[in-house]
């Protein structure tokens, strides 16, 4: 079974810097991409960044310059270093994951990790 592991949430001083993590546990046969979205209280989940199997990245307007995402594809994993974080920034960080399951997968499966904690403070 594919389980996401995210790890490196906090909470941090306005200005500062967090890097997340996250693992891909399990057997999968590929990753097509890998992506961080961002839910605040009373919000809908948004984009944060992805990043492709050809290391093709996209990043929502409000994190450009300041986020960057990168992937290690022999660990499965992908990070996200966050700096000159902001209180806006506070919200739960969620991994994300589209792969072929298996060799013979027809189509894609979607995979979401449980999710951490980035608090910034004002």
């Known amino acids: 079974q594919v389980q996401l592991v995210e790890s490196g949430g906090g909470l941090v001083q306005g200005g500062g810097s967090l890097t997340l993590s996250c693992a891909v546990s399990g057997s999968i046969f590929s990753i097509n991409s890998m992506a961080w979205y961002r839910q605040a209280p009373g919000k809908q989940r948004e984009l944060v960044a992805s990043?492709?199997?050809?290391?093709?990245?996209n990043y929502a307007d409000s994190v450009k310059g300041r986020f960057t995402i990168s992937r290690d594809s022999a660990k499965n994993t992908v990070y996200l270093q966050m700096n000159s974080l902001k209180p806006e920034d506070t919200a739960v960080y969620y991994c994300?994951?589209?792969?072929?399951?298996?060799?013979?997968?027809?189509?894609?499966?979607?995979?979401w990790g449980q999710g951490t904690q980035v608090t910034a403070s004002s």
């Open positions: 990043i492709t199997s050809g290391s093709s990245r």
């Open positions: 994300n994951a589209v792969g072929r399951p298996y060799s013979w997968s027809f189509g894609v499966s979607l995979y």
